[in-house]
């Protein structure tokens, strides 16, 4: 799975909206939408911070290993 789907897929199951995400993320939403639909690549520090937020490794991020 690409990592924008993952991301997606936790914040659907916790019910957040993108722009709550983003906003917690200090980003703007379309860049959110750009992360969860691959368009554009997670920075390393992001893809740091999204685990923390969604207490997920960032291998389980990255698809190599299962929740």
Same mark, same amino acid.
């Given at each position: 799975?690409?990592?924008?789907?993952?991301?997606?897929?936790?914040? !659907?199951?916790?019910? @957040?909206?993108?722009? +709550? %995400? =983003? !906003?917690?993320?200090? @980003?703007?939403?379309? +860049? %959110? =939408?750009?992360?969860?639909?691959?368009?554009?690549?997670?920075?390393?520090?992001?893809?740091?911070?999204?685990?923390?937020?969604?207490?997920?490794?960032?291998?389980?991020?990255?698809?190599?290993?299962?929740?």
């Amino acid at each position: 799975m690409e990592i924008g789907k993952t991301i997606s897929q936790l914040r !659907k199951e916790r019910k @957040i909206s993108q722009e +709550t %995400l =983003a !906003k917690d993320l200090n @980003i703007v939403r379309s +860049t %959110l =939408a750009c992360y969860e639909t691959d368009r554009s690549h997670v920075p390393y520090e992001l893809l740091v911070k999204i685990a923390k937020y969604f207490d997920v490794t960032t291998d389980y991020l990255l698809g190599l290993e299962d929740y």
